[in-house]
């Protein structure tokens, strides 16, 4: 079991950054693939990114604007946002999942099985 806590959403202006952190629970959380979902205003959850040990997997929307990182010492990953768009409003979820391996990570929403409870980022014109 593992329990997900985001931080670090806000207001930003186009072409700012911002650093999400998801702080998770449980004593295993190296075997654990972690991922960032978003969710916009009337769309579907979409995925952003995902990592484990060091295999990581972007979607296109995102690659060379976002990075993804954790620190498997205090069990907490992160999503590095640079060059945001106004198109990247949304909730953003951090999800993890046992359903990965070195060189394969998820990207599809049913493979991860804990959620966090989001946080908001809003990005202006």
């Known amino acids: 079991q593992v329990q997900l806590v985001e931080s670090g959403g806000g207001l930003v202006q186009a072409g700012g950054s911002l650093r999400l952190s998801c702080a998770a629970s449980?004593?295993?959380?190296?075997?654990?693939?972690m991922a960032w979902f978003r969710q916009a205003p009337g769309m579907e959850r979409e995925f952003v990114a995902a990592?484990?040990?060091?295999?990581?997997n972007y979607a296109n929307s995102v690659k060379g604007r976002f990075t993804i990182s954790r620190d498997n010492a205090k069990n907490m990953v992160f999503l590095q946002m640079d060059s945001l768009k106004p198109e990247d409003t949304a909730v953003y979820y951090c999800?993890?999942?046992?359903?990965?391996?070195?060189?394969?990570?998820?990207?599809?929403?049913?493979?991860?099985?804990?959620w966090g409870q989001g946080t908001q980022v809003t990005v202006s014109s």
């Open positions: 999800a993890a999942t046992l359903d990965a391996k070195l060189g394969y990570v998820p990207s599809l929403q049913y493979k991860y099985g804990y």
């Open positions: 990592i484990i040990w060091s295999t990581t």
């Open positions: 449980g004593r295993t959380f190296t075997s654990y693939a």
